[in-house]
């Protein structure tokens, strides 16, 4: 269990140790699966914190979802969104939605024949966080509203182009 103790000694070195929750599952294909629950807060809000570890494979999965699902006729926008994020921006991992509405952003790192670290588990936990913290308030536009996918987009390239002209101006003047 060295990846299952990683995990606990990545979150006692940062002081959670209260309402950490621990399920163990033995499966026949995968092995030993544990999964570390935890709650955290991201800009006031209590997201879903998962850590997976599967022995057998030598795999680690970071798991975070927000307090939120996409409504009803919300899921082809927030697809959409989605994808855009998935294929436009660098964070590791993915951002997705389930058929049942749930959002999620998901990486999964092997491990095999490595010497994994705590700062690995702290660098794909870092990568989740500040995915919400850029893009949060557009998934939940796109998954809470009646605002489209296509709109969306048009406010995130105006907000992109008035950066890109303040970074102009900034540079001329330096």
Known sequence: MRLATLVE????????????????????DTGLRVITKVQLTIENQTYRLFIDTIETSQWLMLTLYPPYKVNEGKYVDACMLFNYFNN??????????????????????????????????????????????????????VALTKKSYEAIRKDMERREEIERGRKGDDQEEG
């Open 9 to 28: 000694e990545f979150l006692a070195d940062l002081g959670w140790v209260d309402g950490i929750e621990t399920d163990e599952e033995n499966d026949g």
């Open 88 to 141: 436009d921006y660098l964070f590791g991992g993915r951002l997705a939605v389930g058929d049942d509405g749930t959002i999620r952003h998901s990486q999964i790192i092997d491990v095999s024949d490595t010497e994994p670290s705590k700062n690995l588990i702290k660098n794909m936990l870092e990568n989740a966080i500040e995915m919400f913290k850029q893009h949060g308030e557009v998934i939940a536009l």
